[in-house]
């Protein structure tokens, strides 16, 4: 079956700093992959999507960066600000267009 | 901005009662969600509804489920009898036309806490 799931389950940096943020998969028939950001006591947000006929796309100071050759998917914040601290999911949806399958999340700290 | 509305956000019920959470998706959107978060764990997908009809469901979702569209506007989950480890968030969520399963709007949530 399909399983998402995320190398670092916390990640600290400091405010200004670049953060990546990882996610493989391993279903190969994936074809859209989404990073949602969630925020204590709230619904996962939409940050960015991708298909599978990109490997790249960039958003308000976010970019997504897909390598299907070793099924991986990025997420990039630039500048990362204290508003970025939550927990950041990355799911996945398969060409039988099924649900998204969801990652089990990484926390994201920012250190002022 | 439109927004999917859940309440209650908090709900506490005794085990074996049943429960309905509810649910307004945004106005526009045709596909519906529900997924659940068990504390600390992963979001996990328990069904999709479009048209009147479940399109998709998980194994979850099993016969103490059932989701309804009792009107134009909302969308209801029922646990006919909750168990221990219904306890969880559980999101409701909705897509435009053309996007099924695709940049899900998601609720606040309700938090079911079974006792």
């Given at each position: 079956?399909?399983s998402?799931?995320?190398?670092?389950?916390?990640?600290?940096?400091q405010?200004?700093?670049?953060?990546?943020?990882?996610c493989?998969?391993?279903?190969?028939?994936?074809?859209?992959?989404?990073?949602?950001?969630?925020?204590?006591?709230?619904?996962?947000?939409?940050?960015?999507?991708?298909?599978?006929?990109?490997?790249?796309?960039?958003?308000?100071?976010?970019?997504?960066?897909?390598?299907?050759?070793?099924?991986?998917?990025?997420?990039?914040?630039?500048?990362?600000?204290?508003?970025?601290?939550?927990?950041y999911?990355?799911?996945?949806?398969?060409?039988?267009?099924?649900?998204?399958?969801?990652?089990?999340?990484?926390?994201?700290?920012?250190?002022? | 901005?439109?927004?999917?509305?859940?309440?209650?956000?908090?709900?506490?019920?005794?085990?074996?009662?049943?429960?309905?959470?509810?649910?307004?998706?945004i106005?526009?959107?045709?596909?519906?969600?529900?997924?659940?978060?068990?504390?600390?764990?992963?979001?996990?997908?328990?069904?999709?509804?479009?048209?009147?009809?479940?399109?998709?469901?998980?194994?979850?979702?099993?016969?103490?489920?059932?989701?309804?569209?009792?009107?134009?506007?909302?969308?209801?989950?029922?646990?006919?009898?909750?168990?221990?480890?219904?306890?969880?968030?559980?999101?409701?969520?909705?897509?435009?036309?053309?996007?099924?399963?695709?940049?899900?709007?998601?609720?606040?949530?309700?938090?079911?806490?079974?006792?």
């Amino acid at each position: 079956g399909e399983s998402v799931g995320l190398h670092l389950p916390t990640l600290s940096v400091q405010e200004g700093d670049n953060s990546i943020i990882n996610c493989a998969y391993s279903n190969s028939a994936s074809d859209y992959f989404i990073w949602y950001k969630q925020e204590s006591g709230k619904g996962p947000q939409f940050i960015i999507d991708i298909r599978s006929n990109m490997d790249k796309r960039q958003g308000q100071r976010v970019t997504v960066l897909l390598n299907k050759t070793v099924k991986h998917l990025s997420l990039q914040i630039a500048a990362t600000q204290p508003g970025d601290s939550a927990v950041y999911f990355c799911a996945s949806m398969d060409t039988g267009r099924r649900a998204l399958t969801f990652g089990s999340g990484t926390r994201l700290q920012v250190q002022p | 901005e439109p927004e999917v509305t859940q309440t209650p956000s908090h709900q506490v019920t005794q085990m074996g009662q049943e429960v309905i959470l509810r649910c307004v998706p945004i106005s526009n959107h045709l596909y519906f969600y529900w997924y659940r978060q068990i504390l600390g764990q992963k979001v996990e997908f328990l069904v999709s509804f479009y048209n009147n009809e479940i399109s998709e469901k998980s194994e979850i979702f099993d016969d103490q489920f059932s989701v309804e569209r009792p009107d134009g506007s909302n969308f209801t989950l029922k646990i006919r009898s909750t168990k221990l480890e219904d306890s969880a968030m559980y999101f409701c969520a909705s897509t435009k036309p053309g996007q099924r399963n695709e940049k899900l709007f998601f609720g606040s949530g309700t938090q079911l806490s079974v006792l």
